[in-house]
């Protein structure tokens, strides 16, 4: 079964400041990893995936992810924060071995202050 | 470029009544997922289709049934409705034959039960 965890409900940045989400999985085999962001009232819009290759992954407004195999993380970063990106913020999971459905963490809320 | 639609974006009904939510993937993607969000939780995988034939089951109540029709347009019948399932229900499409390709996720029907 796949499982994952964002063990931070809430995470407060300074604007500027850099920002990181904690994700780990669980899977029987290998992962899809993915991130997402949500908005008040919004669907769930993709931010950027690791599949495979190189472990640092670049995705939309600035933010990336590390993975990391061994201690089987997923965080998401950005170098500096930005007001507009508080928000909901979801880690998620599939085993590529089969066409399975996505699994979400609990989701971290992100709050930047100015 | 086109996304995937969900209609009605609201929708009210009373206990022990029926709804039915309907869904639009994006053009050429073969693969629709139903999820369930209640009010702060992370998305639940209720069920999905591939290519019209339903794919995977989650957490989906007895009360509850889906399929996929064959413009891929996909419908999520809902009865005897009950206060719990007041949620934002999201519906979401990928293409399978990509792998890894994420969910793209549509901005969800909000039901609420009285």
């Not at chain 1, 780990?24 to 931010?47: E, K």
């Not at chain 2, 995937?4 to 869904?23: N, Y």
């Not at chain 2, 289709?49 to 891929?72: H, L, N, T, V």
């Not at chain 2, 419908?75 to 005897?80: F, R, V, W, Y």
């Amino acid at each position: 079964a796949q499982s994952v965890a964002q063990p931070e409900d809430q995470v407060n940045v300074a604007e500027g400041n850099p920002l990181t989400v904690k994700c780990t999985y669980s899977v029987s085999g290998n992962p899809y990893l993915f991130w997402y962001v949500q908005y008040p009232n919004r669907g769930l819009q993709f931010l950027l995936k690791y599949i495979t290759g190189d472990n640092l992954v670049k995705g939309s407004y600035g933010f990336e992810a590390e993975f990391n195999k061994s201690q089987t993380s997923f965080h998401l970063k950005k170098p500096s924060a930005l007001v507009s990106d508080s928000a909901l913020y979801f880690c998620a999971v599939r085993d590529i071995r089969g066409n399975t459905p996505l699994v979400f963490g609990k989701g971290t809320r992100l709050s930047v202050i100015a | 470029a086109a996304g995937v639609i969900q209609s009605p974006r609201h929708l009210i009904k009373e206990k022990r009544e029926t709804a039915t939510l309907k869904c639009y993937p994006i053009p050429r993607h073969d693969t629709v997922y139903w999820y369930q969000q209640g009010p702060g939780q992370d998305p639940q995988f209720l069920i999905s289709f591939y290519e019209k034939m339903q794919s995977d089951k989650g957490s989906i109540p007895d009360r509850f049934s889906a399929q996929q029709f064959s413009d891929y347009h996909s419908e999520l019948n809902m009865s005897s409705l009950e206060l719990g399932d007041s949620a934002l229900y999201f519906c979401a499409s990928s293409s399978q034959g990509q792998g890894g390709s994420p969910l793209h996720f549509g901005n969800g029907t909000r039901l609420t039960v009285t």
